[in-house]
């Protein structure tokens, strides 16, 4: 099973139109129950895995999330928020090709309802065993050390914790030791430090001073270059070439739940890091965030070449 703690989710919706220029009538809207840990939530259950949520919904869009969340195949506890859960906007030009998105900033969260989410996760988690994760950016109103914590009583319930956040709050998840960390290229260079002048370190070297202080699986993004993959015995590369797409809001999402359906399968790491990169290329085929056609993702994944470097 995978769950997900979601403090800062949103209502994302896709719009496409015929330019981005004017008053614009769009082809198509697509709205889905968003924010990073919820996307992750919805890809994790397009790929078949039974998937449940705490997500901090307040007034206005939260009742459309909650919706969405719950008919996207996700068993949503909700912890009502004192704000109004906000919208995330991406709008998609034919003309152009090009995508605009307007992502409001995450609605502040008090210390009491923040804590009131960490105390139903705990609570859910002896019944909801498997892959815990917390992704995205918390709120700026979030308490001091609050990832850290979430690391640790997860841990002391038993089940194991992958995160996917940038800044303090990472480097404060990371000497929590949760069992997976997932970053980009640039939240990796942030973690460990790496600023200014002097080359910059290869990303095998960033894997390897980012599992140093976990101890776990650590994997790094690196866009079109592909990901990145430790478990502390060896370095794995994934790439996937000859496909892309013009919706990549949502891949890094996609990716995440991927990675955590394959390794809550018991799959190793190299067939893991195959079926993220192709959940991640499946969602940038189609409009929405962390929308995929599983079969295409399943399909996809044969075509991965992951190599030990």
């Known amino acids: ?102 992502y409001e900033r995450a609605v502040p969260v008090s210390a009491a309802t923040a804590a009131a989410a960490l105390d139903a996760a705990v609570g859910l988690a002896a019944a909801r065993p498997g892959w815990w994760l917390i992704s995205g950016g918390l709120p700026e109103s979030a308490p001091d050390g609050l990832l850290a914590d979430a690391v640790r009583r997860l841990h002391d319930a038993g089940v194991r914790i992958a995160v996917d956040s940038h800044g303090a709050a990472l480097r404060d998840a990371v000497g929590a030791r949760p069992d997976l960390v997932k970053v980009n290229r640039a939240e990796a260079l942030e973690l460990v430090g790496v600023g200014g002048a002097g080359p910059e370190p290869s990303v095998p070297e960033l894997l390897a001073a980012v599992q140093a202080g976990t101890g776990g699986l650590v994997v790094i993004t690196d866009g079109a270059a592909g990901a990145w993959a430790t478990d502390g015995d060896r370095i794995l590369r994934a790439r996937l070439t000859g496909h892309t797409g013009g919706f990549p809001v949502g891949s890094g999402d996609s990716f995440l739940g991927g990675l955590l359906v394959a390794l809550d399968d018991g799959a190793d790491l190299a067939e893991a890091l195959a079926l993220a990169t192709a959940a991640g290329t499946a969602n940038a085929q189609v409009p929405g965030a962390a929308v995929l056609d599983p079969a295409l993702a399943r399909r996809l994944a044969q075509e991965v070449g992951v190599t030990t470097v």
């Open 1 to 102: 099973m995978i769950s997900a703690i979601a403090l800062s989710p949103s209502l994302d919706v896709t719009y496409v139109v015929d330019e981005l220029a004017g008053i614009q009538r769009p082809r198509s809207v697509h709205r889905v129950a968003g924010g990073k840990a919820l996307n992750a939530a919805r890809a994790a259950a397009a790929l078949g895995a039974r998937v449940s949520a705490v997500a901090v919904l307040g007034a206005g869009a939260g009742q459309d999330v909650a919706d969405g969340a719950r008919a996207d195949g996700v068993d949503l506890h909700v912890v009502p928020g004192e704000q109004p859960t906000r919208t995330c906007v991406s709008i998609f030009s034919v003309g152009t090709g090009r995508l605009t998105e307007v």
